[in-house]
């Protein structure tokens, strides 16, 4: 069974920055893409970028382009979700994902077999 604990969460002034962490045990994680998510209250939960296992090929919403970056350490168990530019829009709880294999759109949430708690990122105007 797969755990993925996220950190690095937090309040922050639009314009700002925060990296968010994710570590993860229970399988080997160099073999499994991951993903970020996120939503807000009353929002349905959207996606947010993804990486390959090896880190060749990243994906990212629309939203968040440019402005943030995911990227992980094999070596580590963790993946990594750089935001900058912060804004108040941005405000949600953020999730951590696990995708079961390359196979299905890594831009959908149904395509994740194992999820962190969510960390809580706050961007104030």
């Known amino acids: 069974q797969v755990q993925l604990v996220e950190s690095g969460g937090g309040l922050v002034q639009a314009g700002g920055s925060l990296r968010l962490s994710c570590a993860a045990s229970g399988r080997t994680f160099s073999n499994y893409p991951m993903g970020w998510f996120r939503q807000a209250p009353g929002q349905e939960r959207q996606f947010v970028a993804a990486?390959?296992?090896?880190?060749?090929?990243?994906w990212y919403a629309d939203s968040v382009k440019g402005r943030f970056t995911i990227s992980r350490d094999n070596a580590k168990d963790t993946v990594y979700l750089q935001m900058n530019s912060l804004k108040p829009e941005d405000t949600a709880v953020y999730y951590c994902?696990?995708?079961?294999?390359?196979?299905?759109?890594?831009?959908?949430?149904?395509?994740?077999?194992?999820w962190g708690q969510g960390t809580q990122v706050t961007v104030s105007s």
């Open positions: 990486i390959s296992p090896s880190a060749i090929s990243t």
């Open positions: 994902a696990q995708k079961p294999s390359t196979i299905a759109n890594y831009r959908s949430a149904r395509s994740y077999d194992y």
